[in-house]
């Protein structure tokens, strides 16, 4: 059974970081990712990366957050920096496997003053 358990969400300032942990168990992983859904909006895709490293950004967050895995701990991090209000949304950690598509079960990321 694969399960996703997420952290590192929170509230934070605008220009503040957050750094996201998804730890992946019950299977191998392929591509493994990060998504969002703001308020009155859809589930949007915020990065990937692959088992080789290999990466795909949202044009809106391109050159302030990094996505990266250890595959040794089949654990997917978000570095969140210059955040944003807008960035505001909960995110949901994602893995493909030959179990199928799973999903976390999300973790609320805040930015206010």
Not at 57 to 67: A, E, H, M, N, W
Not at 68 to 83: E, F, G, I, W
Not at 100 to 105: C, E, L, T
Request: proline fraction near 3%.
């Amino acid at each position: 059974q694969v399960r996703l358990v997420e952290s590192g969400g929170g509230l934070v300032q605008p220009g503040g970081s957050l750094r996201l942990s998804c730890a992946a168990s019950g299977s191998i992983f392929s591509d493994m990712g990060w998504y969002r859904r703001a308020p009155g909006k859809q589930r949007e895709l915020v990065a990937t990366v692959g088992s080789g490293g290999n990466t795909n950004y949202q044009d809106s967050v391109k050159g302030r957050f990094t996505i990266s895995r250890d595959n040794a701990k089949n654990t997917v991090y978000l570095q969140m920096n210059s955040l944003k209000p807008e960035d505001t949304a909960v995110y949901y950690c994602n893995a493909h496997s030959l179990l199928g598509n799973s999903w976390g079960q999300g973790t609320q990321v805040t930015v206010s003053s």
